[in-house]
């Protein structure tokens, strides 16, 4: 996380008028991002050309190349498409407006006057994005350094050379056994074997011996495994021991070829500790993809709960008037003319005040709230189970949950394209990390949806097949080309534009699925769609 603390993303303002372009400055100072300005839309062209940007704020109305021409050719750069773009504009907020700036490739509108705290919300968005999108690339980066160290730890190391006879005693003592256990030859030979290990062996080893010299077998004789060794200051060390036995005459004799792997361990600790960021820095990389779908999908039930809570409002108001009205006449009824004149004003107020409308809408109103609550409610709650790192051990768990959860995160990415199908059959709980699977199956929405250029489908279906659980993803998409088939798995490899991608994707849901002891299946044909089959075991992977 110390490498984030480096990422300035750049943010570039684009306004005829230099007086918007300093109210600009002024209210995104504070976000700690470069800010680059263009007073016309070839000048921002000009930017777009020589660096990236996490998002572009565009005046819509511009005298020459105006906003919408603007967002036009950046959408046509390969350089520039996939930058988002914000229209800020005093233009009236209308449908037409709308569609054209959102036919012109923008993210979103702000109007004039403009808020601060929404504009800064809504830049702080993608520059989050960008900034989590780089330290991606700089721990794939660190990966790839640290592989190399451990492939080179790993093909330079010095095998020590031990061999004994069948009494258990040292009868050779190579150069590389003298520096790894640090002992001279002249202080091991004839020594039992037992001096260059830890004590808690002791007894395996000479019931092994014995149980050798009586059978001929062993269970570790012409196997490599690992064990700890025992150097001459006392320390322990792990070690990489192939065992073999060789016979002259009528006497067995025994050579070990020993390894100290402290520096592969270090390495494989490294290394894993890596994969564990990495794996949570393209967890938070998606959060950050969807981030602007999530708020526009808690938005929605929002903006209806606000509007239920004024209707709700008004009739508690109207209900206080009728209420109060009884109150205040009751006491004064003492002869029926009075009684008639109270009953009279009432039916007036009731007819004024729509009572028998009221009473009918106020429940509708209310339940209207608590549904838009509780969506609210399972996509925070789909969120947060998300982004939290996997408890270290599996537990039971219910994957039609995880699948429906991938979907509530992902589905503003993909409803405006994508008729959704889905098929969840009955399955038992499957023994795994949720939070692992999840990102699974969200990696593998966000590809099908990707797939889709315009308009398609995606059909998710669950079901348990003998011992396994199958979940199948199969879109209407573009397809995969026969030659990248054999790569689809490969860390690093990615058919996106340069920075656009990791390649990691599709990498880390085979390596997740694998080590959850299942396998991931792909078919496809160019044009015709992709379907992806994730098979897990039922009982005894983990």
């Known amino acids: 996380m110390e490498q984030a603390a480096g990422i300035k993303p750049a943010v570039l303002l684009v306004d005829d008028r230099e007086e918007s372009l300093l109210a600009l400055e002024a209210i995104l100072g504070s976000l700690g991002v470069e800010l680059v300005k263009a ?45 988002p773009i914000i229209f800020v504009t005093g233009f009236d907020p209308s449908s037409e407006h709308l569609a054209r700036a959102y036919s012109s490739g ?42 190399e160290r451990f492939r080179a730890v790993a093909e330079t190391a010095n095998d020590a050379i031990v061999s004994g006879d069948s009494a258990g005693n040292i009868i050779h003592f190579n150069k590389a056994a003298e520096r790894i256990f640090g002992y001279a030859p002249s202080e091991v030979l004839g020594k039992p074997l037992t001096l260059l290990m830890p004590g808690r062996f002791h007894d395996g080893h000479r019931e092994g011996l014995r149980r050798f010299l009586a059978t001929g077998a062993g269970r570790i004789v ?172 599996p537990v039971p768990a219910d994957l039609n949950e995880m699948v429906e959860s991938a979907i509530r995160l992902c589905w503003n990415e993909l409803k405006y394209k994508v008729e959704l199908k889905k098929d969840l059959g009955e399955l038992p709980p499957v023994v795994c990390h949720p939070q692992q699977m999840e990102q699974v199956f969200v990696n593998l929405l966000v590809n099908a949806g990707q797939a889709i250029p315009d308009k398609g489908q995606i059909a998710v279906s669950t079901r348990r097949k003998g011992d396994e659980a199958q979940v199948r993803i199969r879109d209407t998409g573009c397809g995969i080309p026969p030659e990248n088939l054999n790569r689809l798995f490969e860390p690093f490899f990615t058919t996106k534009p340069v920075g656009k991608g990791t390649g990691l994707g599709l990498y880390l849901v085979r390596k997740i699925v694998k080590g959850h002891g299942g396998e991931v299946d792909v078919r496809s044909e160019a044009g015709a769609g992709t379907e992806f089959t994730v098979r897990l075991p039922l009982r005894g992977a983990l």
């Open 106 to 147: 923008a993210v979103d509108f702000i109007f004039k006057p403009i808020v601060p705290e929404i504009l800064r919300s809504k830049v702080s968005v993608f520059v989050e994005l960008m900034k989590k999108t780089e330290l991606v690339r700089l721990q794939v980066e660190e990966l790839k350094r640290a592989e």
């Open 39 to 83: 007073t016309s839309g070839q000048e921002a062209l000009k930017h777009l050309l020589e660096r990236e940007f996490a998002v572009v704020l565009l005046d819509a109305r511009m005298p020459g190349m105006d906003g919408f021409e603007t967002a036009r050719v950046m959408r046509g750069r390969e350089r520039s498409r996939h930058i």
């Open 222 to 393: 012409g196997k490599t495994l690992e064990l700890s060794g025992l150097r001459k200051d006392g320390s322990e060390f792990p070690t990489e021991l192939s065992l073999a036995a060789w016979k002259a005459g009528n006497q067995y004799f025994f050579t070990a070829m020993l390894r100290d792997i402290s520096d592969r361990k270090r390495a494989e600790q490294e290394r894993e500790a890596m994969n564990a960021q990495l794996l949570q820095g393209q967890k938070l990389q998606a959060i950050g993809q969807l981030a602007a779908g999530i708020a526009h999908e808690i938005n929605n039930p929002t903006g209806y709960i606000l509007s239920n809570l004024g209707t709700v409002s008004e009739y508690f108001a109207e209900l206080t008037r009728f209420i109060r009205t009884v109150e205040e006449g009751l006491p004064g009824v003492r002869a029926a003319s009075e009684a008639a004149a109270l009953l009279e004003k009432l039916r007036a107020l009731k007819e004024a005040i729509d009572l028998d409308v009221l009473l009918k809408d106020l429940p509708a109103a209310l339940l209207d709230c608590r549904h838009g609550a509780e969506k609210i409610r399972d996509i925070v709650k789909s969120l947060r189970e998300f982004s939290h790192p996997d408890r270290d051990r």
